[in-house]
């Protein structure tokens, strides 16, 4: 496990994907994260996934996939003596994050200008759909109402059928990604001013900065983003191809690496045709191109191209299905994947994506699987000083 951030605490009262994700990584890196959930439900997403029967334990598939690594405790924050727990919890923490809308943590009486009260080094950092102000900050949203407030969907799929949603929740974990470096940041700023600071994550604003290529393309050259499907705007070949046995993308974005597409399919001919011969005329004749270019893919299969064309120099990869890109060498030799063996709650092994990073040539990793809910409140507080007897009294008026 690597230890970046092994000397801080973050409470992790987030739900779903974007906050639970944030925390997901900043477990990776050594944070000791505790998740604060609902007595008797916990996050939503203990009941969301693929297993009907892991959703009625609680240990849904979209829980188990940003999870590991954290600590679970029930409270009732409603309640005022889990609003006290909460407290205490603050006092021993560097970060809080929470993913509820904006409003709600100051209507439980638990908003920054509280905690920061209890602890004046506190890193508060609040995830919402469009921002803590504002005239939509009260909106409910999810990942694909982002998708489509943020421009995404307009651009997503082809001309005759978007706009389209991307097929996984990127909004959701763009969301948990920004929040995850503002709060890596801000740990890095308090080591040199002290302070502590309110960060406020908008998911729709941390989508559209992912798209500086097509909104910089609108702001500064007024070039409206539309659909393309498969193709690339900035260059021609560039886009996915047909084969004799599926697609393959391939990005021949500079003069020669065209070239090269040329003497792989034995057309050198293309290289001086005036339809061809330059990028801008490659970009207004794209139809034409690709037809010449998947004729002669069709003799061979996508694996056949691959393999040629990256010899040439040329950018190429199959289009593949998730469990084949899981199944690549690649991805096995980097340990892309981790394994909790026999997990409490769930029907044995637990597989789960890791980060997509290495540190000093190790993958980050995890020492706890998932937790069940509620599974080391005991723990945690008697951590905080509570004894047996108080953490049974408060299980039975349920506070935790």
């Not at 694996?303 to 990869?317: H, I, R, S």
């Amino acid at each position: 496990m690597s230890t970046t951030l092994s000397s801080f605490r973050v409470l992790d009262l987030t739900n779903v994907l974007a906050g639970p994700f944030a925390c997901h990584q900043l477990a990776h890196m050594g944070a000791d994260v505790i998740k604060v959930e609902v007595p008797g439900s916990g996050d939503l997403a203990r009941q969301l996934g693929a297993d009907p029967d892991l959703n009625a334990k609680k240990m849904g598939v979209s829980f188990l996939a940003q999870n590991t690594g954290k600590r679970s405790i029930t409270l009732n924050l409603k309640d005022p003596e889990g609003k006290a727990i909460l407290k205490s919890l603050v006092e021993t923490a560097d970060v809080l994050v929470e993913n509820f809308r904006p409003g709600v943590m100051k209507r439980l009486g638990l908003d920054y200008e509280v905690l920061k009260a209890v602890n004046p080094n506190l890193i508060y950092c609040a995830i919402s759909g469009y921002g803590a102000e504002g005239p939509m900050k009260h909106l409910p949203a999810y990942d694909q109402i982002i998708q489509g407030m943020s421009g995404v969907m307009s651009i997503t799929g082809a001309p005759e059928n978007a706009p389209y949603r991307v097929g996984y929740p990127i909004a959701d974990t763009i969301g948990g990604l920004t929040a995850a470096f503002a709060i890596s940041s801000a740990l890095a700023g308090r080591a040199q001013n002290g302070e502590g600071c309110f960060i406020d994550v908008s998911m729709l604003e941390s989508t559209m900065a992912t798209m500086g290529w097509v909104v910089s393309n609108y702001l500064v050259a007024n070039k409206d983003p539309k659909p393309m499907g498969n193709d690339n705007f900035t260059a021609s070949p560039s886009g996915a191809f047909k084969t004799a046995t599926g697609l393959i993308n391939i990005a021949a974005n500079k003069q020669e690496q065209f070239e090269s597409v040329c003497d792989a399919i034995n057309q050198p001919e293309l290289k001086i045709d005036p339809r061809f011969s330059e990028r801008q005329a490659r970009l207004q004749n794209r139809a034409a191109l690709t037809e010449i270019l998947e004729a002669a893919f069709s003799a061979y299969p996508a694996e056949f191209w691959e393999d040629t064309l990256n010899k040439l120099g040329v950018p190429a990869g199959r289009v593949m299905t998730v469990p084949e890109a899981l199944d690549l060498p690649q991805v096995k030799l980097r340990e892309f994947e981790a394994v909790f063996e026999d997990v409490e709650g769930t029907k044995g092994d637990v597989h789960i994506a890791r980060p997509g990073f290495l540190v000093d040539g190790k993958r980050p990793e995890v020492d706890m699987p998932p937790p069940v809910l509620s599974e080391h409140s005991d723990m945690i507080l008697s951590e905080l000083g509570y004894k047996a007897s108080d953490i049974e009294q408060l299980k039975e008026k349920g506070v935790v």
